[in-house]
């Protein structure tokens, strides 16, 4: 047991001594969830929009000016026929139009009803979601304080209409995302490269000829990785609850099982792929190239996997991260429980157990 | 004196698929002695190693290291042997001490003998006061002593060194023959192989490598007189010369 302790404060050390990695570890995460809100942010704030009036009484221009005084939009346009609205979402300049039905202010004082549509273009799902839901809020305002002195309540409808992607399919996807492709990065690429990085310098040599044990070695190199994938967790949740508002809707429980899984799963295919190479630099791009790039364009993450070709849609099964962002999205944002994510948790453990096993079977073959 | 052999081989093979690495190798070392075991590059020095000290199972015969079966007892081997091999083998972003410690931590020493040893050793070392210095600030000879010295820190039976000191200049290299001296003086055995014939000079018995057999395994005197040569340099070229494979 000394020995094992022994040796994990010399993985430590040689993390923490290494500033340019630490700093890689702990900040990459953080780094890359503010850039990914950062967008979020800067793009609803002044969103060109587009109005299409055809009622042009008080209650009409009382919302229009509600909404461009808000600071997420900016009238781009103001439109004069239905066959406007498609034009102006095929240029691309505007990201929503709203649109009032005739007769707006007479159906609102005399049938206490009143119908507009908002029409998003949801090729970017967050961002439709999150600009339909600032101008349904500027309406119910405005719905409210219409209210403040009657008795019989006006009712103003929304109809919210979600172009291109009416599912909106890869909602919230960023987070998810994110900790899918930070923790395999981490776990696997960095516990690779500090395996072979011993091969490299002939200090594994030294190990495998003393009395420490091979697993004893593995397990102690991956160890620190492990603990610093928790972190990296910890504060990417903190950073989606805190600063972007993403909520936790399932059991924090099954969410934190589930990841120690991933990671898990990611540390072995960092063993896995310390034995089939020797150099940090191969490594490193096995790692990037066979993990990163496969996780970023085939797991969900950035392009919805429904929109591949069949092929790639087959080859997307073979990537962890796509059974993960999965689960995270089930348990965190929809609040589903561990009935609902067995098959896709049997999937990562078979995953790993495959790993696991080519690794010994190739670490036995090169002895 | 009485003979203690604390290393024995007995028709030792090593076989990759056709190729026959080590081919029935037989010797003996004694204990205390300083066996150097020469051979040019390929000629299965490295995979005869690697089976006496346990990371690689033979393929036939017999081999016994302190005492311990080669192929049932690689954990007791492990225990009483010390390695250093050509590839500098400390941690260069640990400081000293700390590499001293981790090695005697792997061997199992306790805090208490680790502590007072890594004193004495560091005064002997001449390095009392660079104890908290990392060690890829030091020059290459020194990490080579101070190598040296934590393969042999645990007080290991007998220690193997893989070309201990490529790339070292000759006066280091000398400081750190004196060190390999003391060392078998204190009952260590040392199996050494080298590249460098003025070196094999320094050894007490010498073996010659090749194509996978031992062809020479001798005194370098006794060596020099049944080849008829002037030095080890000679011998060394003569019987490498008939070598029929390449690296």
């Not at chain 2, 040296?148 to 645990?154: D, E, L, R, V």
Request: hydrophobic fraction near 45%; charge should be neutral; charged fraction near 20%.
């Amino acid at each position: 047991m000394k020995q094992f302790f022994t040796f994990i404060k010399k993985e430590f050390f040689h993390i923490l001594r290494d500033k340019r990695s630490m700093l890689v570890l702990l900040g990459l995460p953080v780094v890359q969830l503010i850039i990914f809100g950062f967008a979020i942010t800067t793009e609803t704030r002044n969103c060109k929009i587009a109005v299409l009036d055809n009622s042009k009484d008080e209650a009409t221009q009382n919302i229009i000016t509600r909404i461009e005084s808000s600071s997420y939009f900016d009238i781009d346009k103001t439109l004069t026929s239905n066959k406007q609205i498609e034009t102006a979402f095929k240029t691309g300049r505007i990201k929503l139009a709203v649109v009032f039905q005739p007769n707006f202010q007479n159906d609102l004082s005399h049938n206490n009803k009143a119908q507009l549509q908002i029409i998003t273009d949801a090729s970017d799902p967050n961002q439709a979601n999150t600009l339909s839901y600032y101008v349904s809020a500027i309406v119910m305002d405005y719905q409210k304080e219409l209210n403040q002195n009657k008795n019989l309540p006006y009712t103003i409808n929304s109809e919210i209409r979600m172009l291109y992607n009416p599912q909106l399919k890869g909602e919230y996807s960023s987070v998810p995302g994110v900790m899918g492709m930070i923790l395999l990065l981490i776990s696997a690429m960095m516990t690779s490269i500090s395996i072979v990085r011993e091969k490299e310098m002939g200090t594994m040599e030294v190990l495998l000829v003393s009395p420490l044990k091979p697993w004893i070695i593995i397990i102690s190199k991956v160890i620190p990785y492990f603990i610093i994938s928790l972190i990296n967790v910890i504060t990417i949740l903190l950073i989606s609850v805190l600063v972007f508002g993403i909520p936790i809707h399932g059991s924090i429980m099954l969410l934190s099982f589930v990841t120690i899984l991933y990671i898990i799963c990611a540390l072995t295919l960092g063993i896995l792929i310390s034995t089939v190479t020797n150099s940090q630099q191969a490594a490193m791009i096995i790692s990037l190239i066979g993990l990163m790039l496969p996780v970023v364009m085939l797991s969900g993450y950035a392009f919805p996997i429904a929109n591949m070709p069949v092929i790639l849609q087959v080859i997307s099964n073979l990537i962890p991260a796509k059974w993960y962002i999965i689960m995270v999205k089930d348990v965190m944002i929809k609040g589903l429980g561990l009935f609902d994510i067995w098959k896709e948790m049997l999937i990562i453990i078979g995953m790993t157990t495959f790993f696991l096993l080519v690794s010994i079977k190739r670490f036995k073959i090169r002895l | 004196m009485d003979r203690e052999i604390v290393i024995e081989t007995n028709k030792l093979t090593k076989k990759f698929g056709n190729f026959t690495a080590v081919n029935d190798i037989t010797f003996e070392v004694d204990k205390g002695e300083i066996f150097g075991f020469l051979g040019a590059n390929g000629a299965g020095k490295t995979t005869a190693i690697k089976m006496l000290i346990g990371i690689s199972k033979p393929s036939s015969g017999e081999a016994t290291i302190a005492g311990f079966d080669v192929y049932r007892e690689t954990e007791k081997i492990k225990k009483s042997i010390g390695y250093m091999s050509q590839k500098f083998s400390l941690y260069e972003d640990l400081t000293i001490k700390e590499n001293i410690i981790l090695f005697g931590g792997i061997y199992g020493m306790n805090d208490f003998e680790i502590k007072t040893k890594c004193q004495d050793l560091l005064k002997k070392l001449h390095l009392q006061n660079d104890g908290d210095k990392l060690v890829n600030s030091l020059p290459l000879g020194w990490k080579q002593k101070l190598a040296f010295s934590t393969a042999i820190f645990h007080k290991p039976k007998i220690v193997f060194l893989d070309e201990p000191t490529g790339g070292v200049d000759p006066i280091t290299r000398r400081q750190f023959w004196d060190m390999i001296y003391e060392a078998a003086h204190d009952g260590i055995t040392i199996f050494v192989t080298t590249h460098y014939m003025d070196e094999a000079e320094y050894c007490d018995r010498v073996s010659i490598m090749v194509d996978g057999r031992i062809e020479a395994l001798d005194s370098p005197e006794k060596l020099k007189e049944q080849f008829n040569a002037a030095n080890m340099d000679e011998v060394f070229l003569m019987l490498a010369r008939k070598a029929k494979r390449g690296d």
